[in-house]
Nanobody, 125 residues
């Protein structure tokens, strides 16, 4: 059983930066591949970024490549999403998720086992 808690959301200006954090409970954080998803009003939840369980590999949606960076600190049981050059279209509720077992992350929502409650990110002009 794993609990995930996101933090760091808020209101930022377009072009600004924000860092989201996701703190995980338990003693097996390093055994999970971690992903970030987001959902804007009226839209489906979409994959944003992921980081593998052990080999450090990362994967990003085309819409955020070059602007967002995912990282993890296993000693702190925390995964981060550094968001730079924010755009109005980045406004959404951001969720972190954990995938047990496989090394690699996936962009498929149904393949994740644990989810946080989400944190709101609002980008203003």
């Amino acid at each position: 059983q794993v609990q995930l808690v996101e933090s760091g959301g808020g209101l930022v200006q377009a072009g600004g930066s924000l860092r989201l954090s996701c703190a995980a409970s338990g003693r097996t954080f390093s055994s999970y591949a971690m992903g970030w998803f987001r959902q804007a009003p009226g839209k489906e939840r979409e994959f944003v970024a992921g980081i593998n369980r052990s080999d450090g590999g990362t994967y990003y949606a085309d819409s955020v490549k070059g602007r967002f960076t995912i990282s993890r600190d296993n000693a702190k049981n925390t995964v981060y999403l550094q968001m730079n050059s924010l755009k109005l279209d980045d406004t959404a509720v951001y969720y972190c998720a954990a995938r047990r077992g496989p090394v690699r992350v996936t962009g498929t929502e149904s393949e994740y086992d644990y989810w946080g409650q989400g944190t709101q990110v609002t980008v203003s002009s």
